[in-house]
């Protein structure tokens, strides 16, 4: 029995060994036969798809076969190349990196891989932008180190988003508030956050620009910290911009200071400059790391240097700005970038800190429509010039980031469409009388056939077009050096009760002692075209000034200089319209905001928006204002205006037109039948229609720009 038994074991055995080999030799002969079947797809029928699905097959069922692997893997990078497809390169690197043990492959790859690179190296290359739908819209923010999230502030809170959500890769997730609005801490809406490199740490801005506090939370949300910095912070919105270093153990920022030879003289952010600082996140001294005007500073991946964008003079009263590298512990910059015709903004460094990216302006009041990225070397020094890579839209913000993947976030805004429309008093369809543009402060004539605004076709200057639509007319181009420009917000363009003169708001740019300020002042001139005539010499700026209804005089509001403990009073002031004395006929008390006034037709009051939310009216001879309408919400470019006959008050608020008794009611909206926002409005003389300016896009959206790298000029060390 036993003998049997073992009999049967020795032949299931050799049975079994006999299948092994069978099936060995059957499998050898198979991966053959399918190599051969997919060559003849392949080189006889022309159907590479097919061919490149077989050869996959080979690859997936016959691994051990490293001959004919290796063959297969070969032939799906021909393949591939016979298609055009970028692919092939992929394809080739495979049959090196898996197969180095078969020569005579591995030798064929390498050389397609060098031919298909020098090809390549020919060939015009374009990096791909992909829009995030963010449905909160922020409008700006940073990225994280990750690359997952977008941190921005809205409402006077600090939020993070994942920007790739559930429902698609495009679409952003669910957005998560990491800080409560007090009143005391509100973070700052337009952003210039910062993240560490290690994930951990948010630094924001929460204030206003008057003074300007930074906190410091954990990424996931917490109790903010305050940054205790000796000095109030002035200044506009890249002066703002943060920097932590990659462990969020020092911040990096940019604090204006007063000039030593502007002290005692004019007090206010033109006569400061902004130098670059340092400070521990837990407290300390700062320390000054710049000796010239810089802004804008982000420590390098290894915390070791900081680049920054240093404001320097091109020629006399010009100012040009690059981009510089200095060690984060101080010592000698290096010059990064050189824009002798436009300004460098916004440096952000590459994950492995070997490259720096930043926005490209072509001019001193023009958006960015360029990204450069310089590689560098170990001090921060250019290794070659810059690469300028075209952006589909144009950028007033900061780059978001670069992520580990090499993706660049980008901060582009929308197309915008904005022009003069009409709409009959009592609401109904809007009609466009304007070609679209940037429309600012329409004004009628005073016999309603002609509307007057800033334009900006050909340059900036003041236009005029039919009531009823068709030709604009070039009343005054403002020419660069010569005269004013027309200031933004509060510009004015109102006309006189005689139709002879317009009165508006006009900047001029004033370079002395290597300080370059603004004189903002009241101008008169011509309807018709003519030289301005200035008739105020204000010691701090003169704007949104409106006519008398008998024009002889004019009304508008100036700002203190200096400021009063840090923050500005706006006043309503009253001068004849040949000039002389400025009466002022308001305190602080008044609240007079800074934005929009209007004469009332009989010219005993004027109306204006208050700090408190409020339009109110106070008599022209000064005295107690009135509340006429409470506002949900206060702008600088809000406006406000009477009907002819007085009876009815014309205002913006929040994209739509309002009218109110001018004793007080309810608000009624004049319809316009459209969705984007109202801003600037005038009343017509016969106070049948209401011209306004309709704004649409201009937000600031997330997008990701991939497929760059093959741009960058690579250099030497």
């Known amino acids: 029995m036993k003998n049997a038994k073992k009999i049967l074991f020795t032949f299931l055995v050799s049975a079994f060994s006999l299948l092994l080999i069978s099936n060995t030799v059957s499998s050898q002969q198979t991966a053959g036969e399918f190599f051969e079947k997919a060559l003849y797809l392949e080189e006889a029928k022309g159907d590479l798809q097919k061919a490149i699905d077989l050869y996959l097959k080979i690859l997936k069922q016959f691994p051990e076969n490293r001959e004919v692997a290796a063959k297969a893997q070969l032939h799906i990078g021909l393949c591939y190349e016979k298609l055009g497809l970028k692919e092939a390169q992929k394809a080739f690197q495979k049959v090196v990196d898996n197969f180095p043990e078969r020569q005579e492959e591995v030798a064929i790859a390498k050389e397609r891989i060098a031919a298909l690179s020098k090809a390549l190296e020919k060939v015009p290359h374009k990096p791909t932008f992909r829009k995030i739908r963010i449905p909160a819209n922020p409008g700006s923010g940073v990225l994280s180190p990750d690359g997952k999230n977008l941190v921005f ?23 998560i508030r990491l800080t409560e609005a007090t009143e005391t801490m509100r973070a700052w809406d337009w952003g210039m956050l910062a993240l560490s490199a290690d994930g951990k740490w948010i630094a924001f801005n929460a204030g ?81 790391l710049t000796d010239a005007m810089a802004t804008q500073p982000a420590f390098s991946p290894d915390g070791k240097k900081i680049a920054y964008v240093k404001t320097h003079l091109s020629e006399p009263g010009k100012t040009q700005t690059d981009v510089w590298v200095i060690p984060a512990s101080g010592g000698n910059p290096v010059q990064v970038s050189n824009c002798p015709s436009g300004r460098a903004r916004s440096p952000v460094w590459s994950p492995d800190g070997k490259m720096i990216a930043f926005n490209f302006e072509p001019g001193r009041d023009s958006l960015s429509k360029e990204l450069w990225i310089v590689p560098v070397a170990e001090k921060g020094k250019p290794l070659a010039p810059p690469s300028k890579i075209e952006l589909p839209l144009e950028t007033l913000h900061m780059v978001a980031g670069w992520t580990p993947d090499n993706k660049i976030g980008l901060q582009l805004m929308n197309p915008e469409h904005n022009a003069v429309y009409t709409v009959p008093a009592s609401g109904g ?11 600012e402060n329409p004004r009628w004539s005073p016999d309603g056939k002609r509307i007057y605004f800033r334009g900006f076709k050909d340059g ?27 200031s933004a917000p509060g510009g004015g363009n109102d006309i006189s009760s005689d139709g002879k003169k317009l009165v508006f708001s006009g900047g001029i740019r004033v370079y002395k002692d290597n300080i370059t300020s603004y004189e903002v002042d009241i101008y008169t001139m011509p309807t018709e075209g003519g030289e301005p005539i200035k008739i105020t010499k204000s010691p701090g700026q003169d704007r949104f000034p409106c006519w008398s209804p008998d024009g002889k005089s004019i009304a508008f509001i100036r700002y203190s ?70 506002v949900d919400k206060l702008s600088n470019h809000a406006e406000l205006a009477w009907s002819p006959d007085g009876k009815k008050f014309a205002y913006t608020c929040q994209g739509k037109i309002w009218i109110v008794p001018p004793d007080g009611g309810e608000p009624v909206e004049v319809k316009t039948g459209m969705s984007a926002e109202a801003a600037k409005i005038g009343w017509s003389p016969d106070g049948k229609k209401i011209a306004f300016t309709h704004w649409t896009g201009g937000d600031h959206e997330l997008w990701l720009m991939e497929n760059f790298l093959r741009l960058v000029k690579k250099g030497t060390q």
Request: with cysteine; net charge negative.
């Open 153 to 175: 502030a809205s409402e006077g809170c600090i939020w993070s988003v994942p920007i790739h959500g559930k429902v698609d890769p495009n679409i952003a997730g669910t957005p």
């Open 460 to 486: 900036p200057n003041i236009s005029s077009v039919p009531a009823g639509g068709g030709e604009v007319n070039i009343v005054f181009p403002f020419r660069s050096g010569k005269e004013a420009y027309e």
């Open 429 to 439: 369809k809007a009609v466009q009388v304007s070609p679209a543009g940037v429309p």
């Open 208 to 288: 206003e620009n008057e003074k300007m506090d930074i906190y410091i939370i954990p990424f996931s949300g917490g109790e903010p910290k305050k940054v205790l910095i000796d000095t109030d912070r002035m200044g506009w919105g890249s002066d703002f911009r943060l920097s932590l270093s990659p462990d969020g153990k020092v911040l990096a920022f940019s604090l204006r200071e007063e000039e030593e030879q502007n002290k005692g003289k004019k007090n206010n952010i033109f006569a400061r400059k902004s130098y670059i600082y340092t400070i521990p996140v837990e407290g300390g001294t700062a320390k000054k």
């Open 561 to 630: 200089d200096p400021p009063k403990d840090k923050t500005y009073i706006m006043n309503i002031c009253i001068v004849s319209a040949e000039g002389g004395e400025v009466r002022q006929i308001t305190s602080e008390l008044d609240n007079v905001f800074w934005s929009c006034i209007d004469w009332s037709p009989d010219g005993k009051s004027i109306a204006y928006f208050s700090k408190d939310n409020n339009i109110k009216v106070i008599p022209a001879e000064g005295g107690e204002p009135r509340v006429i309408v409470h």
